[in-house]
């Protein structure tokens, strides 16, 4: 869903628009919660940081004045999402086990998809978030810019150090 088609379903959710609500949720809900737990580490976590940003989706669309809402609706999980791990911090709840595979693959793609989740996660937050916000939620990378609040030269930079790593981490393999 491009970012005009994105806008007219949320003037139509302000309308009161369950169906927009619905396909919006519907075009969103992988990249969203894929981000969460890319970024927490914690599926449980993550779960909580996903029905917030709908939650709050829903009950206070952004501004139709919001140029790219999409880039709004993954710095909002973004955001939550570091609140999140801040909170787990405070409580001192890290947890151990390994993160879920969030798109619940079957076959035989089932042990790639895990080591791509492995090498995902042994790469540092910023380029992990990077990484994710690019290949699951779509955006260009001066959106990511804007979701991150780092130039956009540092985030491509980022972007093809995540890579290089990913390629030696899977190699190694």
Sequence with gaps: MTDSEL???????????????E?????LKTPV?????????????AEDIFQEVFIKLYRSPPDPTIAKPR???????????IDGIRRRQRQNEIPLEET???LSCKGPDLEE???????LSAL??????IVTLHVNGGLKFREIAQVTGLPSGTVLWKYRRALKRLRTFLEIK
Aim: glycine share 4%; net charge negative; charged share 30%.
């Design 7 to 21: 806008k007219l379903r949320l003037d139509a959710v302000r309308a009161g628009d369950m169906t927009a609500f």
């Design 23 to 27: 396909e919006i949720y519907n075009d």
């Design 33 to 45: 919660m894929t981000l969460a737990v890319r970024m927490t580490g914690d599926p449980h976590t």
């Design 71 to 81: 880039a709004y609706i993954f710095r909002m999980a973004s955001n939550l999402a």
């Design 100 to 102: 879920e595979d969030v």
């Design 113 to 119: 998809k895990m080591d791509v989740e492995k090498a």
């Design 124 to 129: 540092p937050d910023a380029e992990r978030s």
